[in-house]
């Protein structure tokens, strides 16, 4: 770097090239050498100052603090699309604008319905869980729907003749509850214009049957296809062995058309809001496939008729083959570990590199339930992967799951944001996963422009990490940023490096993530 202007200029010149979207307060300290400058914007707090390296080599060395990860709150603009698979980088969504979407969000079980028997539970603050949301840059949730009465509001209303099981008015099917679509619609909207995308679940495996044995309560007693439940003489369990997987398969006609219909009533509802994902369901059962397939149809074909078509989440069934997903006609897809409690699945250990057939939602709910790590997040994003965390989220609501998970909790939700941050930043658009390029075979990368690099610890004891990286022919001025996910800061050198395989140590003890991007001088 030519370093003939005054001090403060060549950090101008510096930021300029650093981020696109920043306004700038820099207070003028005069030009001496290390004179700190403090840059606010819109996503870091950075500390500046100018530092002399070997051979009169000089350098700008900066700390950086993600203003997103330390609980400011940022208003991200309302969210743009409707999505579609990225044309050039199949590996994400890209907006109405045709700009590539990394999504990455937190999700909770009660952000649609309330919990019947849990009267203790404060009603769900939807406007504080967007704020949560925002605080943390996360830009995606998936929104809990529930099928069985343990919660409110379902989608048909209770008008009897009769009682069914829990001495309530029986169902009609025939009949939407308008309570269940208005609070649908304007928790997508509110999403929407707080810059959040929704995976809405339109279906639920958890509510047709028990699936664990040592869950408290049985779903199908209570649920609205259950022949004691509804005034309509459909029976979702004709084999009477005391659950409804049937009614997740394509066995009865009549079953079917009640959920076509009800699934078409929800297109007509969301169908003007641009942030829509539609998932079919949550871990279904291993032969609800075919019938997933049939709903992913259904949405595609009905949406043609609309202004507006959006994009369709495949979520793996319960005990599934994960050659599902890939034959699925679903734009997105989300894995899950084949049998409960299974140890070594690539998606939890070591994600596998996404190699284009579908963008992939990477969720901790299908791998560990309540779980993930932060080794876990970055890893995931630097295979393509696009990752989303299970929340406990409320302590009165989830006592038990909110313990269980507080040792990580916020360390995940801090890497989620962080990843977010460095996606806004890098040429996404054109990385893909390159695992030959580094030694840790963690590697984002389109090749002479960005590689993103994470270098995985195996504890904080160790030295600082070493990371070699081939930069094959591609030699030249870069910026060289390694970032600390542990403390959420940065170190940030510009060099000339010439090329070919080549070892860079960190700062720092502990993870690390590299960032190297050719920059103008």
Known sequence: MNFSHSTNDQINRFMNSFTSDTSRDMSDEGSATNTPILLLNRFVRTHIRLATVHEGIAAIVISLSIFACSGVKISQGPAAGPLQVGPVNPRYFSDGAGNVLYLVGAHTWTNLQDMVPRKDVPVFDYAGYLDFLERHHLNFIRLWRQEEALWEPLPYVRTGPGLALDRRPKFDLSRFNPVFFDRLSARVREAGARGVYVGVMLFQGWGIERKDPSRPEDPWPYHPFNRANNINDTDGDPDGNGDGSETHTLSDVRITEWQDRFVRHVVDVLNPYDNV???????????????????????????????????????????????DLWASQAEAVSPIVPAPNVSGYAYLDDPPLNDGRKVVINDTDHLWGIGGTREWVWKSFVRGLNPIYMDPYDFLAFPQFYEQAKDTREEVLSSLGQTKHYADRVPLRTMTPRNELCSTRYCLADPGQAYLIYVPSPGAAEPPLTVEVDLEGYSGHYRVEWFNPRLGNAHVQDQNLPGGRMSFIAPFTGDAVLYLNSAPR
């Open 277 to 323: 994902i539609y998932e079919i369901a949550n871990e279904s059962t291993p032969a609800s496939v075919p019938w997933q397939e049939h709903l992913i149809q259904l949405i595609h074909d009905y949406e043609r008729t609309k202004p507006t078509q959006h994009p369709v989440l495949f979520s793996g069934p319960s005990r599934s083959s994960e050659g």
